[in-house]
């Protein structure tokens, strides 16, 4: 087991997903942010099955920071109820792991 976390959580808009990234990066919450739009994500909301396009979100950052990264996507979030999840990174690239906590402060 690592000290380093994966963060997941998708936007409706390419633009508020990067606002979120660079807010992450600037309080150094995380070292490093993926964007994947084009995603097409069908889902239950309200008593309907509805789908919508959406960016797909990836956060590197220390397993400590994880619900301060939470904290502040929920913050700026413009959904509801937006997806938001975390998982531990079991094994990787040690000088990988060591650049996600070099860049990231508790």
Same mark, same amino acid.
């Given at each position: 087991?690592?000290?380093?976390?994966?963060?997941?959580?998708?936007?409706? +808009?390419? !633009? &508020?997903?990067?606002?979120?990234?660079? %807010?992450?990066?600037? !309080?150094? #919450?995380?070292?490093?942010?993926? $964007? %994947? *739009? /084009?995603?097409?994500?069908?889902? @239950?909301?309200?008593? @309907?099955?509805?789908?919508?396009?959406?960016? %797909?979100? =990836?956060?590197?950052?220390?397993?400590? $920071?994880? *619900?301060? %990264?939470?904290?502040?996507?929920?913050?700026? +979030?413009?959904? !509801?109820?937006?997806? =938001?999840?975390?998982?531990? =990174?079991? !094994? /990787?690239?040690?000088?990988? #792991?060591?650049? =996600?906590? &070099?860049?990231?402060? #508790?």
């Amino acid at each position: 087991m690592t000290n380093a976390s994966v963060v997941y959580v998708t936007y409706p +808009h390419r !633009d &508020e997903a990067e606002a979120a990234a660079r %807010v992450l990066l600037e !309080d150094r #919450l995380a070292a490093c942010a993926n $964007l %994947v *739009p /084009g995603v097409t994500s069908w889902y @239950r909301w309200e008593g @309907r099955i509805q789908s919508d396009s959406e960016v %797909v979100m =990836i956060v590197k950052t220390r397993s400590e $920071l994880v *619900p301060r %990264v939470i904290e502040r996507l929920r913050e700026r +979030h413009s959904y !509801d109820c937006p997806c =938001i999840t975390s998982w531990p =990174i079991a !094994d /990787g690239s040690a000088p990988y #792991l060591r650049w =996600i906590e &070099e860049n990231t402060t #508790l």
